[in-house]
């Protein structure tokens, strides 16, 4: 296969797609075990997109409903931590990573290779969902031995459960800007899309503190929308229809996906 044959607009191109769907599937697996071994060989990121929103939760959220008049704040501020939080595995370790590969090469390597490319995105995917995961519990930890944090075992769950999935438009996003960007300035985006995304959602302070300019313009971010379903998963609140948040998060996945999609096609070679 020469280079041409891997420089499509698309990756329908993908030379996997011929392969019958229970070898397409084992690959699925494959590509699963691959980055979690690749993750227990470099366990330092890991442990730093763990660390760094336990740390934020511990010295602000746990402080600021301390001091909140706000009836629901313990609940409140676990909640947009949380969504705080899992908005990096989606970012950085989706999107950072695939730039990295692509400055690599890697990426053209594997359109070439008869295994799904959709597979290595989709360990990629699983991945941050289990690190958004286990991030949501360990807050939920946290929140309940040292926040006054108090959820039945439904809640707790629709917690989890939000947080899992609320990754994936994050995801998407990572995924854009590792197509568009190189490594170094992917890295440069990202952080300004995290923390601008955080604090211009507003969820990181209570609601009466939030400045009017930020109110009115939050919607706009995926980040508020996630966190409006979450506070609304636990009873801490949430502002409009849940099947508003819903839609803008799935237009957001889908948009992002598909011109992530395409630029990987234009780019990826």
Known sequence: MNMLSLSGPNLRSDPAHSLPFGRQLA?????????????????????????????????????LHRGSEQANAARYFLASYTVFGVMAPG???????????RAQGLFTLRRAMPTPVSAYLAAKM??????????????????????GVHLHAGEALALVGTATLGVVPFCAIGLLVGAVFSHQSALAVLNLLYLGMGLLSGMLVSPGATPAIIAATAPIWPSYHLAQVTFRAIDAGGIGRSDVHFGVLAVVTVMFFGLATRELGRRAY
Not at 32 to 38: A, C, D, F, I, W
Not at 91 to 101: K, N, P, T, V
Request: overall charge negative; charged content about 10%.
């Open 126 to 147: 699983i991945m941050s969902a289990l690190f958004a995961c286990i991030l949501s519990c360990v807050l939920l930890v946290i929140g309940t031995i040292f926040g």
């Open 27 to 63: 690959a699925y697996g494959l590509e699963v075990r691959y980055e979690l071994l690749k993750m227990a060989r470099e366990p330092l990121f890991g442990i730093i997109s763990l660390l760094f929103p336990v740390i934020l939760y511990l010295l602000f959220g746990l402080t």
């Open 91 to 101: 970012l950085f370790g989706f999107g950072l990573s695939i730039a990295i590969e």
